[in-house]
């Protein structure tokens, strides 16, 4: 198999076709391979000049069929879809097409396409909230752009002008307004997702692609408030791997971990807490950034989340409380490694305060004990009452941050959409 992982790779094997690739491929894959990725090289450096996406140059197709929107009470994550969705069409020599908002249904597909074969897909997970006076807001869509951006480009997928990207969701949010739940816990999931489409068994650089953007309206991730957790800590199994995409929120980096998420529920634990490396460093908590909140072995309370090494996901989340934490400064916070080994001896030694996960469905989620080989281990949560379910540094962050979603707290993270 051949990698067209780099430009260099490629500008010089454009050059040594005839001694080197023609004799192991057949002419015409090789010729198609090279097409393709002088086209990438050419779009993804910015030369060529083809357009970009441009928000100005939408067009809204509106369903003649709308539907009514469920009641809050029958809100399942990723059950039931809004009205519209935003199409953007890609071709390697003509650059992005005009954006276009048209009815919500299946995509047409030739069954030989790449994102079936060999996962060219990656996606970006937001939402947009009411606030109390009926605005719409979204909370730091600057950084899901900038991230979708980014794994894009890791999988050799067409880059964009993601602020233009952006205005175009916010034209979207416009047209499924009725759909936006205006009652604190309920929101409008958006799921903007990117695939490669061209017809083609070979691997390379897609010469076609399809930029789509669909909506769910959800209710809370715990509907009778937080749920303490438990982790079984996976050493069989690794999430990522330095030189990887674990930095990258792609397709393929989420059904591995599916199987494990299965094992670990038929043992009684909701979740995987994922280690790497002969340390067990803790890198991830199934679907989510990792938090520990402790005392160290120098006396100093901190709050720790492992580093963005290439391992680990930049969380919209992560960024946010560590930005919290670090403004209120109230404690050390630290992006550092830490193994399971340390969490341990903290719980031995009472210094192991609280722990979460973080993320965009749920915020915060607590967690509450963590199976580590034959080891459980107890967190602690609240110990000024036992009843809770969450910690005092946990809970605080969930209402900061659901506080300036829902416009209550003023803050430049809360972007309000215009009607």
């Known amino acids: 198999m051949i990698s067209l992982s780099s430009k260099s790779f490629l500008l010089n094997t454009t050059l040594r076709t005839s001694t080197t690739i023609l004799p192991v491929f057949p002419r ?20 060529g000049n083809l357009p970009d996406i441009d928000h100005k140059n939408i067009r809204i197709e509106r369903s003649k069929n709308l539907k009514p929107p469920l009641p809050y009470k029958d809100l399942v994550f990723g059950r039931s879809f809004t009205d519209h969705m935003l199409s953007i ?9 005009n954006p276009l908002i048209k009815p919500y ?9 790449v994102v079936l074969h060999y996962s060219f897909e990656c996606f970006e ?10 605005k719409i807001r979204l909370f730091r869509p600057d950084m899901n752009m900038k991230r979708f951006v980014k794994s894009a480009n890791r999988i050799a997928l067409p880059t964009f002008n993601g602020e233009e990207l952006g205005e175009c969701i916010k034209e979207l949010i416009r047209v499924e307004e009725n759909w936006i739940p205006q009652e604190r816990g309920y929101s409008l999931y958006i799921r903007p997702t ?5 017809a083609f068994l070979g691997v390379g650089p897609t010469s076609n692609a399809l930029l789509f953007v669909i909506c769910c309206p959800v209710g809370p991730y715990y509907k009778t408030g937080f749920n303490a957790v438990k982790l079984l800590a996976t050493t069989e199994n690794v999430r990522a791997w330095p030189g990887g995409t674990g930095d990258a929120k792609i397709g393929g980096n989420y059904s591995p971990c599916v199987k494990p998420q299965i094992e670990a529920a038929a043992k009684g634990y909701q979740q995987n807490l994922w280690l790497f490396g002969e340390d067990d460093e803790v890198t991830e908590v199934g679907t989510m950034n990792c938090f520990v909140y402790l005392k160290n072995e120098h006396g100093e309370t901190e709050l720790v989340t492992p580093p963005l090494d ?30 399971m080994h340390e969490i341990i001896k903290a719980s031995e030694e009472g210094r192991l305060l609280e722990m979460f ?14 199976r580590y080989r034959n080891l459980d281990i107890k967190v602690p949560l609240d110990p000024k009452d036992p009843s809770n379910n969450a910690g005092p540094i946990t809970k605080k962050f969930a209402d900061v941050l659901m506080g300036i979603q829902y416009g209550e707290i003023s803050h430049e993270w809360s972007v309000i959409v215009d009607k």
Do not use: H
Not at 28 to 47: A, D, E, H, Q, V
Not at 89 to 97: A, L, P, Q, R, V
Not at 125 to 134: H, V, W
């Open 194 to 198: 990117l695939i490669g489409t061209q």
């Open 357 to 370: 996960g973080a993320g965009t469905a749920c915020i915060v989620s607590p967690i509450k004990e963590i």
């Open 105 to 113: 249904g299946p995509l047409s597909l030739d069954p030989s396409s």
């Open 125 to 134: 997970g937001m939402k947009a909230y009411k606030d109390k006076q009926g």
């Open 28 to 47: 015409i894959l090789t010729n198609l391979l090279l097409s393709n990725s002088k086209r990438f090289i050419s779009y993804s450096t910015g030369n």
């Open 310 to 339: 290439g391992t680990i996901l930049a969380g919209v989340t992560r960024d946010s409380i560590l930005s919290l934490a670090r403004s209120w400064n109230e404690y050390k916070v630290s992006e550092r490694k830490i193994t």
């Open 89 to 97: 069409e890609w071709e390697g020599t003509i650059g992005w097409s």
